[in-house]
């Protein structure tokens, strides 16, 4: 079946969305005083604000906790544009998949055959005597698992420090070219030999950005706005590319990174953070830079874990974690719930900001929720949410 077949189904798959959203949205601050859950996603000294929107059968359900801006203390909005960090690589990989199905690539198909010839000329191919550093080996599917073993440029402690870390206000500005970034992770040896073991790695989904501008002659941002934002109607998702801002509307984004040298913003003596809503994306690129809204994320994975962006074949590779025992699939990981539930989705995380979406596997549940800020979330408090959402109560 071709990826076009399959986008024939988005016409019944958004209907079904839009009506759920128009009939039943609403907040958790109107003439309710039970304790939502994502109340506990916020600190006063890192995390000013906490959202979430929740879809399933019984309607749409907003809750937000703390605020969006800590000078006007306005609460977050649902239709806020925030980044969405690796929740990019769900794009890119739903992207890439079509093209296997459109047989425009094989997903056994060694990366250098897609890549340009500058960038494949830089992965190594030293013989059979040094299997680890074997990059002329990977193949496009060991890219979109993780098991390509490459270094992930963002492991590079001097680049992490710069652009991450406490020297990010001073760099946060600059841009980055991607096959400059491939230099910075090969500059380092191989987590392991190509297909050996799994290892996130952002190198890799770097490359497969550089892989749909081979195949398709388009850039990555193009070919996801033609094939996925357009038809599902995303309308606050977009690459911003190297734009700095974030579109209207939007509240800001806070760092607990770079603030020991006095540059803070808050209501209070005790906060920890900076302002981190402006900066250059193009250092995560296809591995991170989507900017999206939290309706528009459940639209997203609710269309693609219904089948409406992908054919079967190529949803079921998705959703196949056995490369890397479980852990992950292509662009979509499982979390499973102790309520004998599996979920799928993905989160991201970038300077200001953290995100997740997840969602049963008929995409008929599904749950988005943020947080203003990339201090670490409480691993307990997301937990408790998500049982809170998806697991009945005996």
Not at 280 to 294: D, R
């Amino acid at each position: 079946m071709s990826t076009h077949t399959a986008l024939v189904r988005l016409a019944s798959a958004m209907t079904a969305l839009t009506c759920a959203v128009t009939v039943s949205a609403g907040s958790a601050g109107s003439g309710t005083t039970a304790r939502s859950p994502v109340q506990d996603l916020v600190s006063p000294r890192t995390v000013p604000g906490a959202a979430q929107l929740s879809q399933d059968a019984h309607g749409v359900r907003f809750h937000t906790a703390g605020v969006a801006d800590v000078r006007t203390e306005r609460p977050i909005r649902p239709t806020d544009r925030f980044r969405v960090g690796s929740i990019t690589k769900t794009v890119i990989a739903t992207v890439t998949l079509q093209l296997a199905a459109e047989r425009k690539l094989s997903l056994d198909d060694p990366v250098t055959a897609h890549l340009p010839a500058a960038t494949a000329a830089l992965l190594p191919c030293p013989g059979d005597s040094d299997s680890r550093n074997s990059g002329c080996r990977i193949t496009v599917r060991q890219l979109l698992t993780h098991t390509s073993g490459l270094f992930s440029y963002t492991d590079d402690r001097a680049f992490f420090r710069r652009f991450f870390g406490p020297g990010s206000a001073a760099h946060r500005f600059e841009t980055h070219k991607p096959d400059a970034l491939v230099r910075t992770a090969l500059a380092h040896p191989p987590y392991a030999a190509p297909g050996e073991r799994y290892r996130y790695s952002n190198t890799d989904y770097l490359l497969l950005g550089m892989v749909i501008r081979q195949v398709t002659g388009h850039t990555y941002a193009a070919e996801a706005y033609r094939r996925v934002i357009a038809p599902l109607h995303l309308t606050g998702t977009s690459f911003p590319g190297t734009r700095t801002g974030l579109p209207s509307p939007h509240g800001r984004a806070y760092t607990t990174t770079g603030t020991a040298t006095g540059t803070t913003t808050g209501t209070t003596a005790s906060s920890r953070t900076a302002d981190a809503t402006d900066l250059n994306p193009s250092s995560a690129g296809a591995a991170g830079e989507l900017v999206s809204t939290l309706p528009d994320l459940n639209r997203l994975f609710g269309a693609l874990l219904r089948g409406a962006l992908l054919p079967a074949p190529e949803l079921r590779q998705m959703r196949d974690t056995t490369d890397s025992y479980g852990r992950y699939g292509m662009g979509l990981f499982p979390v499973r719930l102790p309520c004998h539930r599996t979920l799928w989705g993905h989160n991201g995380e970038i300077s200001g900001s953290y995100v997740q979406t997840l969602g049963t596997t008929d995409g008929r549940h599904l749950v988005s929720y943020r947080v203003n800020s990339d201090a670490p979330v409480d691993a307990a408090a997301e937990r408790a949410l998500l049982i809170a959402e998806f697991c009945p109560k005996a």
